[in-house]
């Protein structure tokens, strides 16, 4: 089944302890991004990669890190999260840029930072 | 500036009547739109694009919308609401200049069918 998985789906964590969100899709597809989506605010993309190693920043990229070693995973990386990383974040994936075709979104990860 | 706007938080609407869900855009260049749809701790789900052509785009799950360059809208209709479509629906535009296609959503509207 085509699918992009991502764990954990929920996490509740302290300020400043590192944590990393997983994301894996199995289509092959080049071009992956991170969101996060707040009440009132929609989706606002976090980063975005276009192929292995090719990675560039979104609209709010501040406080957050990836990186693609591999095709199918896109990991994100809070080094040092903060209360305001307090957020449900999607991730997906896509044969081309997200603007000309339809994405595949994983199931979510709900991150609580106390 | 590039947005998207979605001017309703909520619609309600009866099962059996016309659902509408309003979309308003502003993008440099030809828009290249979409409709995603949230359904409840459930990633979002495509439902529909325009890219160019008619201006009435169908799409999954008995969707359609509607393309106005001149309004620059891209409502989203249905012509007989169930309550399996209660859930929420985002409008997005791909921002006009980008050669990496990144999509600008809306805020989101939620949409409750009632019995």
């Known amino acids: 089944e085509a699918q992009v998985t991502q764990n954990p789906r929920y996490l509740i964590t302290v300020t400043g302890k590192k944590l990393t969100v997983t994301c894996s899709q199995n289509?092959?597809?080049?071009?992956m991004s991170w969101y996060r989506q707040d009440p009132g605010l929609g989706l606002r993309q976090i980063y975005y990669?276009?192929?292995?190693?090719?990675?560039d920043k979104g609209d709010v990229p501040e406080g957050y890190k990836v990186s693609r070693k591999e095709k199918r995973n896109f990991p994100l990386i809070l080094e040092s999260p903060s209360p305001n990383q307090t957020s449900l974040y999607f991730c997906?994936?896509?044969?081309?840029?997200?603007?000309?075709?339809?994405?595949?979104f994983g199931p979510g990860t709900r991150l609580t930072v106390l | 500036a590039q947005s998207v706007a979605q001017p309703e938080d909520q619609v309600n609407v009866a099962e059996g009547n016309p659902l509408t869900v309003k979309c308003t855009y502003s993008?440099?260049?030809?828009?290249?739109l979409f409709w995603y749809v949230q359904y409840p701790n459930r990633g979002l789900q495509f439902l529909l694009k325009?890219?160019?052509?008619?201006?009435l785009v169908k799409g999954s799950y008995g969707f359609e919308a509607e393309f106005n360059k001149s309004q620059t809208s891209f409502h989203l209709k249905k012509p007989s609401a169930l309550v399996s479509d209660s859930a929420s629906y985002f409008c997005?535009?791909?921002?006009?200049?980008?050669?990496?296609?990144?999509?600008?959503f809306g805020q989101g509207t939620t949409l409750q069918v009632k019995p």
């Open positions: 997906a994936s896509s044969l081309l840029p997200s603007g000309y075709n339809e994405q595949f």
């Open positions: 997005a535009v791909k921002e006009g200049s980008s050669n990496t296609g990144k999509l600008i």
């Open positions: 990669s276009m192929n292995v190693e090719v990675t």
């Open positions: 289509m092959n597809h080049e071009y």
């Open positions: 325009y890219i160019t052509g008619d201006n």
């Open positions: 993008v440099s260049g030809n828009p290249y």
